[in-house]
């Protein structure tokens, strides 16, 4: 009687055992989920307000006046802020120059204009600046090269997307294919990226360099877009980051930000760059649109 009633009692207990485990399990279970839940939610919300700022300046060494010079009859700034305005990802497009002409030709065709000081370096100077002097505060800046005026929307959807999404990242950006024949010209910045698709460099010159001294066709180099985006509170102090040996070398500013070790997120992107550096890339570009039969 005393076996019958211990071995009821043991089975009692491991029913009990059973349930308690099984409820801790289930507990853990919605904790988890509730938890996913939370963690989605905050994703979604994380750097969820964006600005996309096109720095433009009159005074440009190689093209002067370069933001206004005429596209199939408009000003090459207008091109890039109607490709701009079509992004899904931008809550705002501002064009952010130091140039009373830019300025009245941006508020023609209805642009919002910040005006920033001549004394800007480079074009994440003069964003850093522009979010300064906006009333409303924004999680990622977006900074569009407004020589681009072909830029594709997705792009610039991409690289938000692609900041959203890595939290360790403060600057992203956007690499395309190297053509061969502008494997040496020192205006098509290259990029080498890890295996996690963060940036490790960038040059004017061609890398990776192989001991032939000559471009490998069968090599897949990278053209870095202009197109960048940075998280607004890196944005902020970037201006007080001191130039750094590289970055004045090859005179591109991504590299400071690699310098002082900050993590840049890169994605690849089928993409013809049609950037405007010399008056001569405006027929080019005028050519290239009439057969795609942009207006």
């Known amino acids: 009687m005393s076996t019958c009633s211990s071995s009821s009692s043991s089975g009692s207990w491991n029913s009990t055992k059973a349930w308690i485990v099984h409820g801790i399990v289930a507990g853990v279970a919605v904790a988890v989920a509730i938890g996913a839940r939370v963690y989605l939610g905050q994703t979604k919300k994380f750097r969820s307000r964006v600005v ?17 010079v005429q596209i199939l009859g408009k000003p090459m700034i207008q091109r890039t802020w109607e490709r701009a305005k079509l992004a899904s990802t931008l809550d705002r497009v501002v064009v952010a120059t130091d140039d009373e002409r830019i300025r009245e030709c941006c508020h023609s065709f209805g642009a919002d204009v910040v005006m920033t000081s001549e004394s800007c370096r480079n074009g994440t100077e003069r964003c850093s600046e522009a979010i300064e002097k906006l009333k409303k505060n924004y999680d990622i800046v977006v900074n569009i090269q407004g020589d681009e005026p072909l830029i594709e929307p997705e792009i610039i959807d991409g ?102 070790g900050y993590k840049m997120k890169v994605i690849k992107v089928d993409h013809e760059a049609h950037g405007v550096d010399a008056p001569e890339d405006v027929e080019k570009i005028e050519s290239l649109m009439r057969e795609r039969n942009l207006s």
Do not use: M
């Open 159 to 260: 690289i938000v997307k692609a900041l959203q999404e890595a939290p360790d990242a403060v600057f992203s950006t956007a690499v395309t294919s190297l053509q061969l024949e502008d494997a040496w010209d020192p205006n098509r910045v290259k990029c080498v990226v890890d295996n996690s698709g963060y940036a490790i460099y960038f040059s004017r010159g061609l890398i990776p360099f192989n001991k032939s001294g000559k471009a490998n066709p069968q090599f897949p180099y990278l053209l870095h877009l202009g197109i960048q985006s940075y998280d607004t509170k890196f944005l902020k102090i970037y201006p007080e980051l001191q130039p750094t040996p590289l970055q004045l070398e090859e005179d591109l500013e991504q590299l400071k930000v690699l310098e002082n």
């Open 52 to 68: 996309g700022i096109i720095p433009a300046r009159f005074a440009s060494s190689r093209f002067q006046g370069k933001p206004l």
